[in-house]
């Protein structure tokens, strides 16, 4: 588990970046969201956004798969999050995967004013690529920490989401009706049973 190298800057405010990955029902989200408690509890303040285009269950929530629900602010693009940030020790970004590209040069921005960054987002889109501004975000970040779901096929650990419908847009928001989590060996099947098919 991943425990904070400090919670409090007392002396000096120094930011940095931790990155959440992996797959759909992995828990990205309630990683995000447990290491956002811990800073409340530090008596921290917090902000958290997300990409407007994720609407899936609720307008100003982040809200995971079981229902662990937490505020959050709908942005529009990933600049707006440098224009509505407000003193907040602690800033999470949620479903990073749709931002784009300037949410990097965002998240260093506000590791560079001291704040500690905590981004969470699908690390490969439906096609198991690279989705989005996800793999410079690694790159960038001083932690980066995978989540692993469960294959549905075969119980192994899961590092890819399965689209289950034909539908070839990257962005395809749903969950259990439209992706399932699959391990590699699964995955590549499922991919070549499509074109089949
Ligand atoms: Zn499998």
Not at 99 to 118: H, M, P, S
Not at 143 to 163: E, P, Q, W
Request: with cysteine.
């Amino acid at each position: 588990m991943f425990l904070e190298p400090k919670l409090k800057n007392t002396t000096h405010k120094k930011g940095w970046i931790e990155v959440v990955c992996g797959s759909m029902f992995s828990g990205k989200t309630e990683e995000l969201i447990r290491r956002v408690n811990r800073s409340r509890i530090a008596n921290l303040k917090v902000e958290i956004y997300k990409p407007a285009i994720d609407t899936r269950y609720h307008d100003t929530e982040v809200v995971s798969h079981n229902s662990n629900a937490i505020e959050s602010i709908a942005v529009d693009s990933s600049l707006t999050i440098l224009l509505m940030h407000q003193n907040a020790d602690v800033v999470g970004i949620d479903e990073a995967q749709f931002f784009d590209n300037e949410i990097i040069y965002v998240c260093e921005t506000l590791a560079q004013k001291g704040v500690r960054v905590i981004v969470a987002g699908l690390d490969m889109d439906y096609l198991g690529k690279p989705f989005g501004p996800m793999p410079s975000l690694m790159a960038i970040a001083e932690y980066v920490t995978k989540v692993n779901a469960i294959c549905v096929v075969c119980g192994d650990l899961a590092t890819h989401s399965f689209r289950k419908s034909k539908s070839d847009n990257q962005v395809l928001l749903g969950e259990k009706d439209v992706y399932e989590a699959r391990c590699r060996h699964c995955f590549t099947e499922g991919m070549s049973n499509k074109t089949k098919g």
